[in-house]
Nanobody, 123 residues
Framework: QVQLVESGGALVQPGGSLRLSCTASGNIITITYMRWYRQAPGKQRDLVASITRDGSTNYADSVKGRFTISRENGKNTVYLQMNSLKPEDTAVYYC?????????????????WGQGTQVTVSS
C-alpha cells in the first residue's frame, strides 16, 4: 500500500522560512508528477507547485520567487522550500503524487495524497 507522509509544518514569523518534506513509501515502481497544494480555512485547495520526474517545475503566481520545489527520486521525496513567508501563506499544505505501484509488468497508476501539514505565518 502506498502512503505519502508530510513533515515540516510549523508556526513561523512573517519573513521567515520553512522546508516541507513529503516521502512516498510502499511498493512503488515509479513516481511521475509530485505536487504541493494548500488549503486555507474556508477556501478551496489550490495548487502551489509541481515537479516532473526530470525536474521541470511550475509555480502558482502567488509563490513565484519565494518557494522552490525539488525532489530526490532515489528517496521518493519531494520538498518545498518556502522563503519570505507571508500571513496569507497560512494553510494546510498537502503533498500529491502520481504513482505507479504493484506488479512491475502490470503496474497500477493512482493519484495519492498525504495527510497534510499545518503552516502558520504569524507574529
Amino acid at each position: 500500500q502506498v502512503q505519502l507522509v508530510e513533515s515540516g509544518g510549523a508556526l513561523v514569523q512573517p519573513g521567515g522560512s520553512l522546508r516541507l518534506s513529503c516521502t512516498a513509501s510502499g511498493n512503488i515502481i515509479t513516481i511521475t508528477y509530485m505536487r504541493w497544494y494548500r488549503q486555507a480555512p474556508g477556501k478551496q485547495r489550490d495548487l502551489v507547485a509541481s515537479i516532473t520526474r526530470d525536474g521541470s517545475t511550475n509555480y502558482a503566481d502567488s509563490v513565484k520567487g519565494r518557494f522552490t520545489i525539488s525532489r530526490e527520486n532515489g528517496k521518493n521525496t519531494v520538498y518545498l522550500q518556502m522563503n519570505s513567508l507571508k500571513p496569507e501563506d497560512t494553510a494546510v499544505y498537502y503533498c500529491n503524487a502520481d504513482i505507479s505501484s504493484g506488479n512491475y509488468f502490470r503496474p497500477v497508476r493512482n493519484d495519492y495524497w498525504g495527510q497534510g501539514t499545518q503552516v502558520t505565518v504569524s507574529s
